[in-house]
């Protein structure tokens, strides 16, 4: 019998994936999981100084993180949602801004931990029932309930703090 | 072209070692078929009095022991197909619980065969006239007819029906040679009535058993767009009876309403595959790749008959080309499809076994007879024994199965999983079903498949919204699922 790593579910022996979620069992090779939602943060911050200020590209990012262990600015555009995680080998599971480069494992960012959303007028934050909580400025959110988000506001998945920094609003 | 002697037993499609019991019900259904009163093609009364003879040397052990010691050991049975047989794993394991062992098995065109024309097809296109064809769909499926009809060889015949709830002969089968008056005849078609697709079947299975050739592809292409009601039955007897005669059936669906499930299992009896048409645009490209695959015909009607061995569980089986497709298990003998020119066969087993099967050094896991009919060989093609074994180890190994495996099941989680989903929709378990096609959806992700999974994301939320699936999307993720495995791989696996 092979227990999945990821859903605990029981295989027979001899199975290469899991019958419930997927997932390449033990005993093989893991797929490449690398994601590109990383490889493009990545690239993007190749050239990007690490200043403070609100960065000016690309021009249609509407908001950057800044993370402020590493002083690196991640802009980012093209959707008005996005979860932050970590990446684990094997898992499913694909947050759309993937923490690992940030010591987000030992900083206790959970696989899907937080989701920052623009809405009509508002930039909310929401905690998506993390293991180690998210804090707004200090204060510990209530998971799955959604909080407004300022320009400078800090937000601390866990250990690791990332500070907000809205565009023209 | 001589083909080289075989012995008795390759003649019966027996192996070495088979029981009288097993030579007897060999030799009935090679009779059943070559007896001098039932055979049709040239030849096959010579090849009846070569299976007469081997039985009766067989069937009596000691004339059976005088000749087996003629025989010499290594004698290879000439094929006319290539095959290979991939395991995910080099042995089984002694262990006290079920294990698993996947197999796929690799049916290929002979290199030599490869540029002989392929044979003459006779094809009976059924297309649905029923009122919802109307407008662009009709219109597209009347030009995909013209632009076949042009296409056609001199020596392939064309017939085309037209059903609602009667059917009616477009042109009836044969060859084309003046063909402004048959396109005219196509352009001529009017959709009205219902959609009973059995009144269509009947038609197109009397055009094509009047020109039916064992020399030929004989086929039938089923077009529509609707669901049949009360018919189901006697269509899947309709299909069962072509499938004796070996004529495949394929299935086309344009749109969101017609039952994929019906119609895959129609299909999957003769041997052939359902496709899904979501846009009318895509009609014409569908029918004429369709049309190109016939012509490419090597071998047809490929069977793979298997014997029940104690504590094997063959748990699922899937074609993963040319035309991905599961296989009907519900009979022993499995229709594996047709084997064409360029492209090889390939059928996924996924294996059960049971700690039984695993007592002796080694375990048998299939004892089949693999049949084809190459309509290019003017002889009956002799059975061939089949078998996957695999030694019994103590100690599990620690190698990476195949790419070729690890690959293939990569793609079938995905569709098992969407498989599962629906099935559990289907039975009213909203929340089981969408939790599933949530996991599917992430996987797909991180397999790079960005717009199927959004696709299935949105049937989550429809889902959720609506307390059911759509019709639309439901065809969508299972035929999405089913083309990723035609598509080259978005992530690399590594080894």
Known sequence: MIICSNCQHENVSGTLFCVECGTQLDGVETLTTKSVTQDQITDDLKDKS???????????SWISLHLMDSGKILPLASRTEFTMGRLSEGQPIMPDIDLTPYQAYASGVSRLHAVIKRESEKTVVMDLGSSNGTYLNGRRLNPHTEEELKHGDVVALGKLKIQVLLRNV | MPEPQSDYYSQLGVSRDASQEDIKRAYLEAAQKLHPDKNTAAGETELFLGVQQAYETLSNPKRRAQYDATLSPEEKINLPYEYKIIYSRPNLVQLDEPQMLYVILDLQTPLEARRIPSPPLNVCIVLDRSTSMKGEKMDMVKSAAVQILRNLRPQDILSVVAFSDRAEVIIPASYHQDRSRTEARIQMIQPSGGTEIFQGLEAGTKEVMRSHDAKRVNHIILLTDGQT???????????????????????????????????????????????????????KKLLLKKFDALAQIYAEDVVLDTKELDGINLSYAFRLQPDPSPILMDEPALRLGQILQDTSTRVIFEYVIQPTAVKSDLAKILDGTLKVSISSKPLPTPPFRIHFQRSVSDNPETDTPPTEILQALSRLMLYRMQEKARAEIREGNLEAGTRQLQTLAANLLTQGERSLAQTIMLEVEHIQKQEGISDEGSKKIKYGTRALFLAPPKKELIS
């Not at chain 1, 200043?51 to 021009?59: G, I, R």
């Not at chain 2, 309403?257 to 003769?270: C, H, M, Q, S, Y």
């Open chain 2, 229 to 283: 009601y009360g018919d189901e039955q006697k269509c899947l007897e309709l299909a069962s009876k072509l499938n004796e005669h070996n004529i495949g059936i394929s299935g086309m669906g344009i749109g969101e309403e017609w039952n994929d499930i019906f119609l895959d299992v129609l299909a999957t009896r003769t041997g052939g595959s359902s496709a899904y048409i979501a846009h009318p645009q895509d009609i």
């Open chain 1, 50 to 60: 690490a200043a403070v200020e609100p960065p000016s590209s690309p021009a249609n």
